[in-house]
Nanobody, 119 residues
Framework: QVQLVESGGGLVQAGGSLRLSCAASGSMYGISAMGWYRQAPGNQRELVARILFIGGSTNYADSVKGRFTVSRDNAKNIIYLQMNSLKPEDTAIYYC????????????WGQGTQVTVSS
């Protein structure tokens, strides 16, 4: 099992910045990708950013490209999401996600952290 704990959410004005952190504990064996999803009220959960465990390749939702940066510290089992130029439409609960690509594959989720951007 993998346990994930997010931190760093909060209230910020439009144009501001926040950095989310996700600390993982447990076995990282088979973990191939880590990332961040978000869910706003009335909306489905959507992928924000993802980073590969090996190599560090990243991909982003179009809505956050150029503003958000995902990074990892494999030695500490922590991933980060640096969010700049925040917009009110970024308001959501942000969830950390780890994917284990074994047979069968497994998804691990954090409890979520609220990000609110005021206009």
């Amino acid at each position: 099992q993998v346990q994930l704990v997010e931190s760093g959410g909060g209230l910020v004005q439009a144009g501001g910045s926040l950095r989310l952190s996700c600390a993982a504990s447990g076995s990282m064996y088979g973990i191939s990708a880590m990332g961040w999803y978000r869910q706003a009220p009335g909306n489905q959960r959507e992928l924000v950013a993802r980073i590969l465990f090996i190599g560090g390749s990243t991909n982003y939702a179009d809505s956050v490209k150029g503003r958000f940066t995902v990074s990892r510290d494999n030695a500490k089992n922590i991933i980060y999401l640096q969010m700049n130029s925040l917009k009110p439409e970024d308001t959501a609960i942000y969830y950390c996600h780890f994917f284990r690509s074994l047979d069968p594959p497994s998804d691990f989720w954090g409890q979520g952290t609220q990000v609110t951007v005021s206009s």
